[in-house]
T-cell receptor
Framework: SQQGEEDPQALSIQEGENATMNCSYK?????LQWYRQNSGRGLVHLIL???NEREKHSGRLRVTLDTSKKSSSLLITASRAADTASYFC????????????WGAGTKLIIKP | DTAVSQTPKYLVTQMGNDKSIKCEQN?????MYWYKQDSKKFLKIMFS???????INETVPNRFSPKSPDKAHLNLHINSLELGDSAVYFC???????????FGPGTRLLVL
């Protein structure tokens, strides 16, 4: 199955800085979702953005969606050590029989 | 209370053995999934069940078989385990297919 692509694969920043991760996908979608995975844990849903939405906020998270470029970005502002995790995007593609298509993830490290 | 639970958390076994992983969700969701996450963190959908009906079955060897005794449970049976089956297996559920998924903590399978 197709996979989304995320970049960068890894990102290391200082605590307090902003972190931006990008996700690109290949087909038209119903929605795009971002998840976080802490080391050794299951994935946790962060935010869902529908195809007719361009931006969404949740606390320190800001997600944008550009359907013309088939891309999304996740911005974490004022990063904290606890934000250290892998971040995955997943798309609910129109022709996927509601199967979520997952990116490979961005590993984010916040240095204290 | 844990929303999605899996047992066991760790499973170490010999090649050729048969094993099962159990999953239960107490969210009242209609759809449950099994994923395999390899060492590179790629998430691969294996199966999903909607109201006890299999709706997705990716190109997974028939040594893997999902069993759903009721809407709240989706167990994974694996026959004749192979070295390449070593991975982390995640169970997840969603209210409807394509929407937010809730993940279990994962089962770390090591085949020796």
């Amino acid at each position: 199955s197709q996979q989304g692509e995320e970049d960068p694969q890894a990102l290391s920043i200082q605590e307090g800085e902003n972190a931006t991760m990008n996700c690109s996908y290949k087909t038209s979608i119903n929605n795009l979702q971002w998840y976080r995975q802490n080391s050794g844990r299951g994935l946790v849903h962060l935010i869902l953005i529908r195809s007719n939405e361009r931006e969404k906020h949740s606390g320190r998270l800001r997600v944008t969606l550009d359907t013309s470029k088939k891309s999304s970005s996740l911005l974490i502002t004022a990063s904290r050590a606890a934000d250290t995790a892998s971040y995955f995007c997943a798309t609910d593609a129109l022709d996927s029989n509601y199967q979520l298509i997952w990116g490979a993830g961005t590993k984010l490290i916040i240095k204290p | 209370d844990t929303a999605v639970s899996q047992t066991p958390k760790y499973l170490v076994t010999q090649m050729g053995n048969d094993k099962s992983i159990k999953c239960e969700q107490n969210l009242g969701h209609d759809t449950m999934y099994w994923y395999k996450q390899d060492s590179k963190k790629f998430l691969k959908i294996m199966f999903s069940y909607n109201n006890k009906e299999l709706i997705i079955n990716e190109t997974v060897p028939n040594r893997f078989s999902p069993k759903s005794p009721d809407k709240a449970h989706l167990n994974l049976h694996i026959n004749s385990l192979e070295l390449g089956d070593s991975a982390v297996y995640f169970c997840a559920s969603s209210q409807v297919a394509g929407k937010t998924q809730y993940f279990g903590p994962g089962t770390r399978l090591l085949v020796l």
